[in-house]
């Protein structure tokens, strides 16, 4: 069997841990160059306690050449490319944010606003007949602390009909400081606002999801993705939350030139 996951679903599977998903291209990276365009929509729930989540409606724009790409979910580098495995240097969005204008309690609303991150490192790749792994190490590059987190995940793109369907496992290991930009309060806050300074640890956090993806005529292409995320105790533990998991549903349309 040959195993050819859209590229459209990878980058969102890979930020897909405490991030939100974003979508990448309807074509598979390895297809020939080309442009994507179109749109992207979506909404996480269950990041942070009486939260407003709102859809994230974004532009999506794609590109693919020899050496470099870029996706809605990622700009980068191909470093290497063989043997169906591949590594590339990447720069993706880490798209969590908390917004003290979109929180329902009055304790959270004194809070500082976290903003949304660039993250910068490398993805490895490895498609077989039994399926894909990947492997990526990112370091948080928007001065919001300097953070690392690291994924491993497994998918497996199962071909019916005019749909792909891919279902996937993972896990993904974010470091003290990451965590602590997003969940962390510190003792200024705790003053003001009246919660508990919370100083996260590290925390590794497993993720399920399913994407499905279909041609529409000659150009256009429609994925869907649905994931959701059990959070690590160090996330749990932090009084900005209130349910153990994150769910996240993404729709994107996308038309090739």
Known sequence: MSLRSPALLRPLLCTVALSTPLLATAQDQEAAPGVQAGITIGATTGAYAHYDDKPLV??????QGKRFFASPGSLGM??????????????????????TDDVNDAQL???????MSAMAGVNAEYK???GIV???????VSGHGGGMESSLHYSYPIQAGRFTWVPRVGVVHSSARLLDYYYG????????????????????????Q?????????KWRATGVVANQWFGDAVKDSPMTRDGSQ?????SLMRAF
């Open 58 to 63: 974004v532009p999506a724009l794609a590109w």
């Open 78 to 99: 191909h470093l290497y490319k063989a043997d169906g495995l591949r590594v590339s240097a990447v720069v993706t969005p880490y798209t969590l944010r908390f917004k």
């Open 109 to 115: 609303r004194r809070l500082h606003s976290r903003q």
């Open 128 to 130: 077989a007949d039994w």
């Open 134 to 140: 990947g492997a990526s190490v990112q370091r948080e």
């Open 185 to 208: 309060i510190s003792n200024e806050e705790a003053l003001r606002s009246g919660l508990a300074a919370y100083r996260p640890g590290s925390a590794t956090s497993p993720s399920l």
């Open 210 to 218: 399913i994407a499905v993806s279909t041609p529409l005529g000659s």
């Open 247 to 251: 769910t996240s549903a993404f729709i």
